[in-house]
């Protein structure tokens, strides 16, 4: 256990439940859209102390324990100081900086496909290969970085198409389903990030593989297990949601089905369909890589004694090193982001990278975590580790204050 202030700490819990009113943050945006000029939103650890902070400035006005009320109020405020902190940063950003960057390299990778088909219909070998790798860094790029934004309705400022682009990217080109998508990873995911039973990263665990089998070879079917597991998610769903996601999916798929013949000139159904799988599953294992890395082996806690947002997110969360590869096709969010990416989620990739050097030096003076490590470091921790991080079930961390 941790032996920490009782400052880290969150709420009180009472009769074995906590307040409605101090729920856990559920994903709700930090950062109001254009035209606010207000306070930066609080989180659900902060609102439940207003009434305390008014209490603390009647004890002030009495002049009694001014000195315990003002230090108290510094290490309460965490989360608000940095929020006011970012939205400066993002307020002076131009549209470029904050949306632009990103939709310019999903619009490169659109713009690689038609060579990738092209050169896929070459008889030697060599172009052949290349628009196999170019064609399986584009689908990266689009499947795992544009899904990622918009499921997070970073591509836009408008709700009708941040809407329209999380069912493009998450159902016709990622082939899943886009309520369930966003449900998983905002609602659950980001609300409750390493919270046993909730947010603790399970979903991801296979305990009857090897670590070898596991880590690297089962990944490989993830373009196979993603649209089987969109089907069985839509269980209970409308006969219309469920419609709608089978065509968006279907049509996703059957377009680059379509396309590989017609312009490609593949002839065979079978060697069709392999070349898509090698398209859709070159980047999988690192992709299972990064998910598992900068949550699993990290401090996790219990449903009932969760800690603060802002302790939540330092000591669950994981950034990995800079690599030029996984940050343009994975997103800086996903890989040497990402600690910012979870107490800010609503940053696009190049914001996140923009406010990394603020987040971290904040972090450091208030000597809060900041994890970092590097991929290998990881994937060796892994491999050693893999029957007590992905088998058994993860012990609890307790942030030690008054009980």
Same mark, same amino acid.
């Given at each position: ?43 659900? !650890? ?112 408008? +709700?009708?198409? !941040? ?160 690599? +030029? ?31 990394? +050097? ?35 079930? +993860? ?9």
């Amino acid at each position: 256990m941790l032996s920490v202030p009782d400052e880290w700490r969150e709420e009180k819990v009472h009769g074995g439940q906590r307040d409605m009113s101090e729920k856990a943050w559920e994903g709700n945006t930090l950062f109001q859209r254009a035209g606010h000029t207000g306070p930066p939103l609080r989180d659900a !650890g902060e609102r439940g102390k207003v009434g305390g902070e008014v209490s603390r400035g009647k004890e002030k006005e009495n002049g009694e324990a001014v000195g315990k009320e003002t230090e108290g109020t510094d290490k309460e405020t965490l989360m608000m100081e940095l929020t006011r902190m970012v939205q400066k940063t993002v307020k002076e950003s131009s549209w470029w900086e904050r949306r632009g960057i990103d939709c310019t390299i999903l619009a490169v990778a659109f713009l690689c496909l038609p060579p990738a088909f092209l050169l896929l219909s070459s008889n030697q070998a060599l172009w052949f290969t290349l628009g196999m790798v170019l064609m399986g860094v584009a689908h990266g790029v689009i499947t795992i970085k544009g899904t990622h934004l918009a499921s997070h309705g970073a591509l836009s400022e408008s +709700p009708a198409w !941040g809407e329209f682009w999380a069912v493009f990217f998450i159902e016709i080109c990622g082939s899943f389903t886009a309520r369930v998508g966003v449900q998983a990873h905002i609602k659950m995911h980001h609300a409750h990030t390493n919270i046993v039973g909730l947010g603790d990263s399970s979903t991801w665990k296979v305990p009857s593989l090897s670590r070898t089998v596991y880590l690297f070879i089962a990944p490989l079917a993830v373009p196979i297990i993603t649209p089987l597991a969109a089907l069985s998610q839509l269980r209970g769903h409308s006969l219309v949601q469920v419609l709608k996601t089978v065509s968006m999916v279907a049509l996703g798929m059957y377009s680059q089905y379509w396309l590989l013949i017609h312009v490609s000139g593949f002839r065979s159904p079978f060697t069709t369909l392999l070349c898509m799988l090698v398209c859709r599953a070159m980047l999988s294992v690192p992709y299972i890589h990064v998910n598992i890395f900068q949550h699993i082996g990290l401090p996790m806690f219990s449903p009932t004694s969760r800690p603060k947002r802002i302790y939540q997110m330092t000591h669950g969360v994981l950034n990995l090193p800079r690599n +030029p590869l996984l940050d343009w096709i994975f997103g800086h969010s996903l890989i040497n982001c990402h600690v910012e990416h979870h107490l800010f989620p609503f940053l696009s990739d190049n914001m996140c990278l923009k406010v990394k +050097p603020l987040v971290s030096r904040y972090l450091k003076e208030k000597e809060l975590p900041y994890h970092e490590d590097s991929y290998l470091s990881r994937l060796k921790l892994f491999f050693h580790k893999y029957q007590e991080f992905m088998v058994y079930a +993860p012990s609890i961390t307790e942030l030690v204050g008054i009980q």
